[in-house]
Structure formats: C-alpha cells, structure tokens
C-alpha cells in the first residue's frame, strides 16, 4: 500500500491555496507547465500571488492567464519576455518583480527542498543581481549570497506519475519541475498519465515520490509551442 | 564585412574537438551549422539538453523537446535531458567549454551588458549571468555598432551589467578581437574591411598590430 496522495482533479488538488500565498510553477517558457492546475487558479480567482517561475508565459496561454485576471502580486522569474501585459504591469508598477539569475533560481529551488539555507554563487556579482549580497571570495574569485526559496504550494507537471508520487519527466519538460517539486511545503504533480504503483521502474524515476504530497492525471494538454522551427522535408 | 552567418563562421573555428558548447540564443546559434570537418563537438541547452541536433521535420516538432530559445528541436543518438539545477551545475562548474553569446555592449576589460536598456526593455538575464560569470572561454558575436551607428565595443558599458571582465574574444561583422590587459587586441579583419574603418567603429581602447590578417573563413 502507498500513502494515499492521489486526487481526482485540479479542483481537489488546489484545495487550500488561497489569496497571499506563494506559489512555485515548473516550466520553462510554455514547456512542462502544469496546464491543468494553472487554469483552475485562473478559476479559483485566488488573487495576491507571489510566483515563483522561470517566465511568466505568453499573454493568453500559462502564467498569462494569471496576470491577465491581475492575480499575480509578485513574479521571481529569470526571463520574462514574450509577455505584452507583464511588461506593461511591470513598467506601471501594478507588478513587483525580482529577476534573478536562472542557474541562481534552479539552485535556490533545489536549496530550499535539500535544507540548505543559502549559497555563494559568482553568477551576478559585479551587477544589479549582487547589490546589497554579502560578497566572498573563494579561490580569487568573490561570489554573492543566494538564499534558498520555498513555496507553499509547488505545482509540477509530469510525463508519468504513480499512485505513490514518483515522477518521470519528458525531454526538456523536465527543466525546473523536479527542483520545484522538492521546494514546496505542498506539491501538487500534474502528470499526463497516471498508473498503479510498481509499473514504473525504480531505476528510472526522476522525482521520488516522498517530495509530492498531491497527484492527478490531467484532463487535457495543450502544449501549446512557443517557437515552432522546422526544417522542410526534402 | 562579414553578415551574421560569416560571423558564426568565423566563430566556428574557436571549436574544438571534444569541446561541449553552450550557444545563446541570435547569431550564436548559427555557430551549429558551421562545425569544422573532422570535429566532434555537443551542444548544452540550458533548459536541459545536451547532445542537441537541428530542428525537426516538419510535423515532427516536439512541445516538449526545445532549447533555450524555447525552438523546437531534436535530440542527437547519445543526447541526455536533465533538470535546470543540474544543467547549471553543468555550467558554474566548467564542465562546458566554450560558451559563445550575443551583446548589446563590451567593454575593454571584458565587461559585458546584454539583458536590460533601464526604462524600455527588461526582458531578464536568463541564464546569461550564470554563464558568463563561470564560463573560463567566452566569445561574444554580436554586430561592431548598434543601429544607431554607434560602437558597441566601449571602455565602460553604459547598460546594466551581465557580467565582469569575463569576455575574452568578440567577432564582430568588421573583425576579431582579443580582449586582454584592459583593451581590445585585433586580430583579424573581416574580409574587405580595413583597419582605418574597424579603428573608427571601436570606442574603446584598440591595439593594434603591425599586421593585422584578413579572416580565412
């Protein structure tokens, strides 16, 4: 028997997150998003978010959906382009933002999940990133404080789940999600096919199962593409 | 003059075989279609791939399968997929050799801004701050001037900072240039540009040579 983790929605497994909190959402750019989870925040009309993510998705698809409904306070992203009404919120003020470093953001997720409070890192010194950073130098070299960052709720999705939690990622849908998923108080996994315990193979999970506490198949997938390139057949 | 497919040409040739590369987003990207004969190189996608080939078929792309220009790609026989806490681990601690990117400025001791013009375009430094300040080989292809004609090779940056005196070479549309001892060295003219004319499109402190080559591409 496998502790009991799995819910049957996105309904049921964002149950508990509430206006003020601090979310972290795996991804990079559109790719590994939690779709399902994300849409049902849009519906939950949670408002005051600060989210933790890489990008802030595209205007009408991902995190989009969350600033187009204003119900994001504060984004820590690292790159945050593609997206017309968050540099408008942004530039206007509506939004606080803290850009930081992506090397940085992946360490400081995967820190707060691993116990470790804070890093010297040299990505940043000399630059906007390092002001106001304890400054140390190892081997010659001054590196600055990072410290670890933690969610209330880290939502990730995932290729292939189990009953018990344990995650394998696709491709490079991996990207933040195993990090996030360690981070969070809560972390809810969306996968796009959920099976019993003892079909996935030990040997090739990403995410062990004790980092999730909330699993669910979700209904559909999108997975929109951001930059479709191609090369033609000849 | 060289366009943007001669300067990743050009680039090309810093390759070296058993060199894993980590190409950012631009002109640098061109650098994969230009692998010297006879080398063997892998290409680092900071969202989490190396051994990274070229784009799909079309009807083959992949949402899931990108890089960090979040392009549709494919994976190479051999490739690998990781989370981004491992790729910038990869990264921060030297294991890729060569990282090449683009700028908006350099200065003359390897100061390099390419992420934010303050009041009108804050896109984020993506994992430009982490490369460039772990990176021991970075060579930076960008055009010599802006549009507005002005010098992009500078004593100081004017822009924010990406990173401190980490750039080592730079190959522009009018030459390659070493950076080192607080100063640009050239090294070679791109093919038909002289000396006098790369002279007046560089800002910052320029050495130069006796001879100064013409580039062989």
Redesign the interface.
Known sequence: MAIHKVVSNAQEACEGIESGMTLMLGGFGLCGIPENSIAHLVKMGVKDLTCISNNAGVDDFGLGLLLQGKQIKKMISSYVGENDEFERQMLSGELEVDLIPQGSLAERCRAGGAGIPAFFTPAGYGTEVGEGKEVRVFKGKPHILEHALTADYAIVRAWKGDTAGNLIFKATARNFNPVMAMAGKITIAEVEELVPIGELDPNEIHTPGIFVQRIFQGKSYEKRIEQRTVKPRS | MLDKNGIAQRIAQELQDGYYVNLGIGIPTLVANHIPQGIDVEFQ?????LGMG????????????????????T?LPGAV?????M??AM??GQHVQLTVLGAMEVSQNG?IANW?IPGKM?????????LV??ADNIIVAMMHTNRAGESKLLADCSL?????ACVKKVVTNLACLEIKDGAFHLLERAPGVTVEEIKAATAGKLIIPDEVPEMKL
């Open positions: 996608s900071e969202n989490g791939i070229s784009f799909p078929f079309e009807g083959d792309e992949d949402a899931d399968l990108i890089n960090a220009g979040k392009q549709t790609i994976a997929f990781f989370d981004s806490a790729s910038f990264i921060r100061d934010k804050v896109k984020g430094m993506g994992g430009a701050m982490d300040a772990s924010p900072l990406t990173g401190v």
